[in-house]
């Protein structure tokens, strides 16, 4: 059932398809109908769009057929892992106790019961799981924001996926502690993995919402992963992604927020290391009043590769978007942001900004990035800006000229451009803890993820 | 303490110093004066390491040892101080982390232990009352947001907590108001010892009526042309520096 059995001269596009089809009812059987009822549209969405080509519009500076093209098990059916949760995982966040939820190489790990319902009737557990007991509410949600922007790379995942994380918050609730959701990768031989999330917030209900991206062995991986959000008239969420992988991985990541009236989002995702990161963030105010908050931060160093893509969609008047992004590249590594605002016809009284700054330490470091505006009402406020520049030689020198050493010097400023993004992290202990964690990747002090004894999150 | 010996530096190709000879003795203070452009600042941040000259002539040596070879960060180490004509901005960096990493860096080039929390928090109050310097700055970013005047009683803050032996002030009295430079003056002049030295640099004489030097010093086009006792700036004052153009060009 590996990838290898397919033949090997097909193109990668080709070769995922017949996989497929040589295997859909292996997927099909194990699966749910909620999920499965989208898998013949998107089989015919994927054959149409196929993997996004490299130096197409969207996907300047990726080459993600080439990604594909290196041999990976698709990991379709979740192999039996000897996993002692207690063992190699302790939250090291102080202060902050969560309800917490596992994903093992993209299947929801199960630690007593493969969904955890609180006495508020908040759900947090497995997707597959989810839409076996709660098929009407998953179904209402599932595949439906994932669609905003036509991608590839998303049928595929829609065509494969079995598992994930799904989060349910009814109605004007607030569960009583932070939710984290833990991607962990680890297995013997490479693997392909397409999880899919789900995170449902209904009216006027508030979450507060962890994610940490890990990899606990060194073989490589290749993650093609989305996760939906949808955010109820008036609900407020804070998400806070994390990303540490090592440099044989490569993890695409579609994140999809869907906004009603008068709801509030703020999402963070900092990127601490990994080896190939391409970030999609899609955004759609539909309701008026809404409020988007989206920022963004990577360190790469050797030949790392970070791409933020974002996407943010003005359907509805009277919204505000934010979108804040930072990247501090080192040695030869790349990074790549191409950032929208797109503002739909009516939506007046728009107000979206968007900034994006990074720092080249060497002359080999390489940034592209390219603010864009797509404006099609009159009476909005839209700016934009974006930076490439190394660290400040006046500040240098005055840094040194009080007796800080050029090592340290060096460090602090690059501290003080980094947690400039990590004030948008409304949770203080998290913001502190992550504050730590760029502290150390910076100092080269962060141990290698596929040893990492997940002290991290 | 320091000597410079025909000090001659270029920056991009053109020759601001042009042969400087200077001693500065523990417990003097030294003005240096002169009309724009005469190379004062780039004296000041020649002693103090910014390499955006070339050095072409000459030397600097400080206790004897050669200043030149050094990074800034050991030149401050070894007890020398520049007060900036334009303060730096740093968004990000907070006063109390980047004084109390300066100070620990000092500390640890004298073998010292790094300063307690607590006992830093005690010197910076202690340190702010001496220039009279409002304490909430000091929770700020360095520099960030400040006025001019506050960004000035922030470098003899500085310069109080760091306690150098030689310090170089560039135009600390430029855009002060008389309250202000009475406060500065009044700073430099508290951290004064027999055993410290100060370089005041200027372009008026009115810092001088605070800070009384031993030596005024005049830079025009590159080259000490005058040194004398403090009456020297009265006569500036007086006179102006027009008499300098023709007294050098007659040269």
């Known amino acids: 059932m590996t990838m290898e059995t397919i033949e090997k001269d097909l193109l990668p596009d080709e070769k995922l398809t017949a996989f497929y089809e040589a295997n859909n009812q292996v997927i099909l059987s194990a699966s749910s109908d909620v999920l499965n009822h989208h898998r013949t549209k998107a089989l015919e969405n994927f054959r149409k769009l196929g993997l996004p080509k490299y130096r197409s519009e969207d996907y300047k500076y ?57 006495s508020n009737g908040v759900i947090v557990g497995s997707l597959l799981e989810a839409s076996r007991r709660y098929p009407e509410l998953v179904a209402r949600h599932y595949n439906r924001y994932a669609g905003l922007k036509e991608e590839g790379l998303v049928s595929l995942n829609t065509l494969f996926a079995r598992d994930g994380i799904f989060v349910y918050v009814p109605a004007n609730t607030t569960p009583d502690k ?11 031989i490479p693997l392909l993995l397409q999880y899919r999330n789900l995170i449902i917030l209904e009216e006027n209900s508030t979450a507060e919402i962890i994610v940490c991206d890990h990899t606990l062995s060194p073989q490589p991986f290749l993650s093609n992963a989305v996760t939906e959000i949808y955010a109820g008239a008036g609900a407020r969420l804070n998400y806070t992604k994390m990303q540490n992988q090592h440099n044989a991985s490569a993890l695409i990541n579609h994140r999809y927020i869907y906004q009603e009236r008068e709801s509030h989002v703020n999402s963070t995702a900092v990127t601490l290391h990994g080896g190939i990161v391409r970030n999609n963030l899609f955004v759609r105010m539909a309701g008026e009043g809404g409020t988007n908050i989206s920022s963004g931060l990577f360190l790469t160093d050797q030949g ?83 930076t490439v520049g190394q660290l400040d030689k006046d500040a240098m020198f005055y840094l040194r000229s009080r007796g800080i050493g050029y090592e340290e010097a060096r460090f602090l400023l690059m501290f003080a451009f980094a947690n400039e993004v990590l004030a948008n992290i409304p949770v203080v202990p998290l913001r502190a803890r992550i504050a730590d964690l760029v502290n150390k990747r910076l100092r080269r002090e962060l141990s290698p993820c596929n040893s990492c004894p997940m002290h991290c999150c | 303490m320091l000597v410079i010996r025909n000090l001659k530096a270029k920056i991009e190709g053109k020759e601001i110093l042009k042969g400087i000879d200077l001693e500065v003795k523990p417990g003097e203070v030294h003005a240096i004066m002169g009309p724009n ?44 101080f520049l007060g900036f004509q334009y303060p730096v901005e740093i968004p990000g960096v907070s006063m109390v982390n980047f004084l109390r990493t300066a100070l620990n860096e000092h500390r640890k080039y004298k073998g010292l232990d790094p300063v307690s929390a607590s006992d830093f928090l005690k010197l910076m109050r202690q340190k702010a009352e001496l220039v009279e310097m409002d304490s909430q700055l000091t929770g700020r970013s360095v520099n960030e947001g400040f006025s001019g005047g506050e960004k000035k009683r922030n470098e003899i803050f500085q310069m109080a907590v760091l306690e150098p032996r030689l310090a170089i002030l560039d135009e600390t009295d430029s855009g002060l108001d008389i309250d202000a430079l009475r406060i500065v003056a009044r700073g430099v002049n508290k951290l004064r010892s027999p055993q410290n030295a100060t370089i005041l640099i200027t372009h008026y004489q009115r810092l001088l009526d605070y800070i009384v030097p031993d030596y005024v010093h005049v830079l025009y086009n590159g080259r000490i042309v005058r040194s004398a006792g403090k009456e020297l700036a009265l006569e500036l004052e007086k006179m102006g520096y027009e008499w300098l153009k023709e007294e050098s060009e007659a040269l």
């Open chain 1, 178 to 188: 932070p939710i984290q959701l833990i991607n962990i990768q680890m297995h013997e």
């Open chain 2, 37 to 80: 452009g005469s190379g004062k600042s780039t004296l000041a941040s020649v002693i103090a390491g910014r390499d955006f000259a070339e050095i072409t002539e000459g030397e600097v040596l400080f206790d004897g040892e050669n200043l030149l070879s050094m990074p800034p960060e050991e030149r401050a180490r070894r007890g020398i």
């Open chain 1, 304 to 386: 790392q590769h970070v791409d933020n893509f974002t996407w943010v969609e003005h359907a509805a008047p009277h919204c505000e978007s934010r979108q804040f992004f930072k990247g501090i590249l080192d040695d030869f590594s790349s990074g790549a942001f191409s950032g929208r605002i797109v503002v739909k016809p009516g939506a007046q009284k728009t107000n979206a900004y968007q900034k994006n700054n990074n720092l080249l330490l060497t002359n080999d470091a390489r940034m592209n990035t390219r603010p864009q505006l797509e404006i099609y009402a009159d009476d909005v406020k839209c700016s934009h800006g974006a």
């Open chain 1, 62 to 118: 990726l080459d993600v057929p080439a990604l594909f093209r290196k041999e990976y098990t698709n990991y379709i059916t979740p192999g039996r892992i000897e996993f002692q949760i207690d063992d190699i995982f302790r939250c090291d966040v102080p202060a902050l106790d969560t309800h917490y939820a596992i994903l093992l190489n993209g299947f929801y790990h199960d630690h007593g019961g493969s969904l955890l319902e609180l």
